[in-house]
C-alpha cells in the first residue's frame, strides 16, 4: 500500500513539473522564421531569359532607371531613388530596412533607396540573380539638409529577390505564401 501510495505521489508531482513548464515552451500559431533567400539566387534559365524578363517587369511598373549605371546588355539594372518614408516614422521605417547606429538621436526627414539587379551567368542554362540595395536617409543639420548613408540589414533586398525570382520562375516565393510581389511602389 504504501509502494503505491509513493508511486502515486511521484506520478503526480511528475505531472505538476511538467504541466508547468510545457506551455512556457510550446507556442500554439506562432509563424516560423522563414530564412532569406541566397543572394545571389541561382535561376535555372538563361541569363538572356532573366535579363529580358527582369526589364518587362521594371517597364510595366514604370520603374525609372539610371541611364549611366544601367547596362542591361550586360544584365546590371540601376533603379533611380525612391523616397519611401517622409514624416514622423522615417526613423522607424528606415530601422526596419536598414542598421540605425544604436542611441541615434538625429531628426531623420525622409528615406529612400535604389536598387542594383545583376544577372551574373553561371552556364548556358543558369544564372544568378544578385540585388543590393543602396539605403539612405534625409537629416536636417546647421547646413541644411543632407542625405546619409544606412547600411541594409538585407530585408529589402530579400523581398525584391523573392518578388522578381518568383515572377520569373512563376512560384511563389513570398514570405506570407499571398503571392504579393512589390517592387518599390508597384505591387506585379
Known sequence: MR?????LLVVITFTIILSSAVPAQIVIGRPKDIPPLDNP??????????????AEILQTCKIELDPVSTKAEKGKFVTNAW??????????????????????????????????INVLPLDDKRSQLQIISRIQGQIADV????????????????EALRGLAGKILGIDLSIKGNAKRRLMSCEY
Open 83 to 116: 523616397i519611401f518614408a517622409k514624416g514622423v516614422n522615417v526613423k522607424n521605417d528606415l530601422a526596419h530596412v536598414s542598421q540605425l547606429p544604436a542611441g541615434d538621436t538625429r531628426n531623420w526627414l525622409k528615406g529612400r533607396y535604389a536598387l542594383e
Open 3 to 7: 509502494l503505491h501510495f509513493k508511486l
Open 41 to 54: 539566387y541561382t535561376i535555372n534559365l538563361a541569363r538572356a531569359d532573366v535579363t529580358k524578363a527582369i
Open 143 to 158: 547646413a541644411g539638409t543632407k542625405w546619409v548613408e544606412s547600411p541594409s540589414n538585407g530585408y529589402l533586398e530579400d
